[in-house]
């Protein structure tokens, strides 16, 4: 039996050289057998891929035994003279007895470097994979000629491929060679370990890069000496322990699968991990590698990978010569590059033409050594050449921000063959720069030049804001001498309808009813957004018939000052009388048309712009404001959130049926900013790299990134959509102050057809804390604006005007350029969330009943300890018992160092990673397809009725069972009730005197002498215990409920 110890890399280890750096190898301890790895030379995120193998001397002694993994730093690299060859970087000790049997159980994990002392200095943590090796998953270090010929036979057996190669290495075990025998010993078994490694790896962790997975990881082994009589006297040798050869270049070996159980199918939502990567970004770096990344990319920039970019930018020409015969020149500017071009819009009849046109070629398009600018004559058969300017990239100089911008230069035109012409020039701009230039996110890129310009205009980053929102409060207080509508008859009931943009409201009908005075007194609430284009139109309508309404009078009034006041201080406003005129339309009033005033009906108002209040307009739970309106109310920011969308992988294919992959971009909001990547075209693995930046003001919030397939590049039509690929959300209070978090997030899409992994987005986040003593104030504050709480808003109402709201910021946003259209707001704002699913149900069914897990412990644990399962413990609870009741002052002190010690143990095993969407907790991977079907359906069900009649049957026995256990809690109420009610007169008059007689006794007797007296008998032993129920509890049974009362 061998134990396999896979040391894969470790992160964020202490700096020990003086110079922010390390020089870190692995020691591994086990069973008196100590093997290292090799050193990594100034690493402190050091990737190792290797694997020791030690002998298990003992099965049965192996539970026992530790595995002393110890991460050290070689100071012989750098201090020759040093006394001691090592400096302690912190270690990890794993109890053999958790290590799985076979390769197949085993997965890698990370472990948090632990101290060993007191005054060590201790940072980051480990990747290891530990397993069990057996005899039959190997071969025997050195085996004999029995056994050699017995491995032959084998080999030859299984056919395939080489025997006489697999022959011959039996041969060399024969021979004696020590070296030249371990060599041909271990090849079989490393080969089959090696693919045994990388598929485990390939399956279970993403931490590895891609060039790391195609390494073949070394083995080491250590051979114990052999026993057998025949080789006691040979010689004594020292094997050292080798790296197994390769096996020879163009030969495959297939290796037979060891015997044994298969292989486990992996957990659920094991696809669906958080993996974190370690990209060489600048703010993961040491100070010295950071500042020679500040020469190649913003300081501002640095939570992205830097993207080299050629720039050139085609300001205008003068004096070009003219090529038609008419003299006419219609000039445009071709920029080439290799096989791409970009190519400027032409002018008609100007040969003084003026473009202002950026292209952008990215480092990986650069595929010549000349840029050929070209300005030619646009015609109907052939355009003409006009001529060109051919640059250098050797001579192109490079421009780093922030720098100021390059100044462009006018340069003369040669002809095809290099003469400078005598006539015509061009100014031009051309450097080397980054994403992080100025010109990065106007320019038109070397991968999107072959686009329209309607379709161009949809690939840019863009960044965008979300409209200023207010609730606008109307209460409709009276009416004073309505008059009908027709003359003739009486006045019908009357109702207000109040009218907002599309936002419409009615009261109920004015009381009393038919009169010319009719009193309301209802209060509505409306969404406003600046700049208030949209009045309030309020309409005193006549009820004459079910379903029809006339109006008998209007008034329009706009939502601005001094018409609507502005509450920012939450005081009480004045009420105001408004004039109803007779105009039957908003148009006709608006226009004023109608001059004459043929009655004075008058309506009571009182209307307030309420911005003390702050508008939702996405869900409380991952909401990401929630300052107030109102600007002066407004408290200050406490940190920085930095967010650098690097790129994604492993996307799904979104146009297939076009003949075209994906063309994705991202859109991530925080707060009112909305920023939008560059379209990456026809791709399924995008390179981003782009940085934002947002004020934080509540760190209890949550960053939303969304990526989406853009269907408006190619082929735009009326009903093309931006098709969802997946989101992620992230919230603040989970990170820690100024760590640099890089993982690869996992983009799922639920369809009716099931959950679906469409990618993975590689993202960098960073939260930088500017006011600590704020920033940990606002633990104590109330989530929402005082508002919400002295003046709350109804939940039915609340949704309401959030559903306006999201519409209102989803408009204003469609009609921006390029806009963000109304899907993806949809998408960010999650406007469906409301609507019913069975999934959500039984999701939060299991929240539920998880949060009592922890008290239902307590309570198998506390019935062990009356029923003396462990006498030991239950002994140590009864001295504790004794304690607490003979000081009772110590039971809150004793609480509460519980609670704290509780949360130092747990600091350890504290979340490394920022939680993302459980697959698992959300039921997604185990949901029933036509659970699915019905939380897609639309709303009213477009279903035929044998459908809807089956679900409604489910969701009637799902109601029936929570039926049930409400019932069984309000019987067990209703039972406590019944003790004082009489109800049952004999157990009432049983449980009074049963009171009076414990009152007595209570007072006569000394609290703790109860105390002692009621604990002992709980905690008493099972040989005093009946196995019936006890009396109380027979008695509460026995008292009457309402259940009988129910028909």
């Known amino acids: 039996m061998k134990l396999a110890v896979e040391i894969s890399d470790a992160s964020d280890l202490a700096p020990k050289d003086g110079a922010a750096s390390c020089n870190p190898y692995v020691e591994v301890d086990f069973d008196g057998q100590r093997q290292r790895t090799a050193t990594k030379p100034a690493d402190r995120n050091p990737y190792w891929n290797q694997t020791l193998v030690f002998d298990v001397g003992d099965p049965a002694r192996f539970p026992s035994l530790p595995i002393d993994v110890s991460v050290l730093h070689d100071r012989r690299l750098t201090d020759h003279n040093a006394l001691r060859p090592h400096t302690f970087l912190g270690r990890v000790r794993i109890n053999a007895s958790s290590v799985p049997n076979s390769p197949h159980e085993a997965v890698l994990q990370r472990y948090p470097l632990e101290k060993r002392g007191l005054f060590s200095r201790v940072s980051g943590d480990i990747a290891l994979r530990?397993?069990?090796?057996?005899?039959?998953?190997?071969?025997?270090?050195?085996?004999?000629?029995?056994?050699?010929?017995?491995?032959?036979?084998?080999?030859?057996?299984?056919?395939?491929?080489?025997p006489n190669h697999q022959q011959q290495q039996q041969q060399e075990f024969a021979g004696g060679e020590p070296e030249r025998i371990l060599r041909s010993a271990f090849a079989a078994a490393e080969s089959s370990a090696a693919a045994q490694v990388q598929q485990q790896q390939g399956k279970m962790s993403h931490d590895h890069h891609e060039e790391q997975q195609q390494q073949r990881p070394r083995i080491f082994r250590s051979v114990p000496t052999s026993s057998a009589p025949d080789q006691q006297q040979q010689p004594r040798r020292t094997l050292h322990a080798v790296a197994a050869p390769p096996p020879p270049p163009g030969q495959t070996v297939v290796m037979p699968r060891p015997a044994g159980p298969p292989p486990a199918a992996p957990a659920?939502?094991?696809?669906?991990?958080?993996?974190?990567?370690?990209?060489?970004?600048?703010?993961k770096m040491g100070p010295r590698a950071a500042a020679a990344a500040a020469a190649k990319i913003a300081s501002t920039y640095d939570m992205v990978e830097p993207m080299s970019y050629l720039y050139v930018t085609v300001v205008k020409a003068r004096d070009l010569p003219t090529m038609d015969i008419s003299g006419a020149l219609d000039p445009f500017v071709?920029?080439?590059?290799?096989?791409?071009?970009?190519?400027?819009?032409?002018?008609?009849?100007?040969?003084?033409?003026?473009?202002?046109?950026?292209?952008?070629?990215s480092g990986e398009h650069l595929q010549s050594n000349l840029l050929e600018v070209a300005v030619k004559d646009k015609d109907m058969i052939k355009d003409d050449f006009v001529g060109r300017v051919l640059f250098d990239m050797t001579d192109i100089p490079s421009r780093v921000p922030p720098d100021s911008p390059l100044a462009p230069q006018w340069y003369r035109l040669a002809d095809r063959s290099g003469e400078k012409l005598r006539h015509g020039e061009i100014m031009l701009a051309v450097w080397k720069g980054t994403q992080a230039d100025e010109a990065f996110p106007e320019a038109w890129h070397s991968d999107a030049h072959s686009l329209p310009l309607e379709g161009l205009a949809n690939t840019r980053s863009k960044v965008y804001y979300s409209p200023k929102l207010a609730y606008l409060k109307v209460v409709a207080i009276a009416a004073q001498d309505v008059i009908p509508a027709e003359k003739g008859r009486p006045l019908a009931p009357t109702i207000v309808k109040i009218q907002l943009g599309g936002q419409i409201r009615r009261t109920r009908p004015g009381q009393p009813q038919g009169s010319m005075n009719p009193v309301w007194n209802e209060e509505f609430m409306f969404v406003a957004g600046e700049p208030f284009d949209e009045p309030l139109v309020v309409t005193v309508e006549e009820r004459v018939a079910a379903g029809r309404d006339e109006p008998v009078g209007r008034v329009i009034i706009p939502v601005a000052a001094p018409y609507v006041p502005r509450n920012d201080l939450a005081k009480s406003v004045d009420s105001k009388w408004f004039n109803l005129s007779r105009a039957m339309s908003v148009d006709e009033a608006a226009a004023n048309k109608q001059h004459e005033k043929t009655f004075a009906s008058k309506i009571h108002l009182r209307l307030s712009l309420e911005t003390a209040y702050h508008v939702l307009d996405e869900s409380t739970h991952y909401a990401s404001d929630l300052q107030p309106s109102a600007k002066k109310l407004r408290k200050g920011s406490v940190g920085i959130l930095e967010l650098g969308i690097l790129s994604a992988r492993n996307l799904v294919p979104m146009k297939a049926k076009e003949g075209r992959l994906t063309d994705p971009y991202c859109v991530a909001k925080y707060g009112a900013k909305w920023v939008r990547t560059r379209t990456a075209l026809n791709t399924l693995a995008p390179q981003w790299n782009e940085q934002y930046t947002w004020e934080v003001f509540d760190p209890c919030t949550v960053l939303t990134v969304a990526a989406f397939d853009n269907g408006h590049v190619v082929n735009v039509g009326e009903g093309s959509k931006d098709q969802r690929i997946g989101k992620v959300r992230v919230r603040l209070s989970t990170l820690e102050i100024d760590r640099v978090y890089t993982h690869f997030y996992p983009l799922m899409a639920l369809t009716p057809s099931g959950l679906k992994k469409t990618g993975e987005l590689h993202l960098a986040v960073r939260f930088t804390c500017t006011a600590w003593a704020n920033m940990l104030g606002m633990y104590g504050k109330p989530l929402l604006p005082k508002m919400h709480y002295t003046h709350p808003i109804s939940v039915l109402q609340l949704d309401y005007l959030r559903f306006q709201a999201m519409q209102m910021v989803a408009a204003r946003l469609s009609r921006a350029e390029p806009p963000l259209r109304r899907e993806v707001v949809e998408y960010m704002l999650d406007v469906d969330s409301h609507m019913f699913s069975l999934r959500r149900s039984k999701a939060n069914f299991y929240r539920i009943t998880s949060l009592f897990s922890g008290a239902v412990a307590v309570a198998k644990w506390m019935d062990g300890i009356c029923k003396w399962k462990n006498p030991l413990t239950t002994i140590l609870v009864h001295i504790l018992f004794l304690i607490l009741v003979c000081y009772p002052e110590l039971i809150l002190p004793t609480v509460f160092l519980y609670l704290f010690m509780i949360g130092l143990w747990n600091y350890r095993r504290r979340p490394r990673k920022p939680p993302h969407m459980d697959t698992v907790l959300?039921?997604?991977?185990?949901?029933?397809?036509?659970?699915?079907?019905?939380?897609?359906?639309?709303?009213?069900?477009?279903?035929?009725?044998?459908?809807?009649?089956?679900?409604?049957?489910?969701?009637?026995?799902v109601a029936g069972r929570v039926q049930t256990v409400v019932g069984d809690l309000a019987t067990q109420g209703e039972r406590a009730q019944a003790l004082l009610s009489w109800r049952d007169p004999r157990a009432t008059?049983?449980?009074?005197?049963?009171?009076?007689?414990?009152?007595v006794v209570l007072y006569v007797t000394p609290f703790q002498v109860v105390a002692v007296v009621a604990g002992l008998y709980l905690l008493r032993h099972p040989r005093f215990r009946s196995k019936q129920p006890s009396v109380p509890f027979n008695f509460y049974k026995r008292l009457p409920a309402k259940t009988d009362m129910l028909l």
Do not use: C
């Open 130 to 162: 530990i397993y069990l090796i057996n005899d039959h998953q190997g071969s025997n270090p050195i085996p004999t000629n029995n056994g050699a010929a017995a491995a032959a036979t084998a080999a030859a057996d299984m056919g395939g491929g080489a």
């Open 268 to 283: 659920p939502g094991s696809a669906f991990g958080l993996v974190e990567t370690k990209p060489p970004l600048p703010a």
């Open 334 to 361: 071709e920029v080439k590059l290799g096989n791409f071009k970009g190519v400027t819009k032409y002018l008609e009849k100007n040969p003084n033409p003026v473009w202002r046109q950026t292209f952008a070629f």
């Open 922 to 957: 959300s039921h997604a991977e185990t949901v029933h397809p036509d659970e699915l079907d019905e939380e897609f359906d639309t709303f009213p069900t477009s279903k035929p009725g044998d459908v809807v009649r089956m679900r409604y049957d489910r969701l009637r026995s």
């Open 989 to 999: 008059a049983i449980f009074v005197m049963l009171a009076l007689v414990v009152a």
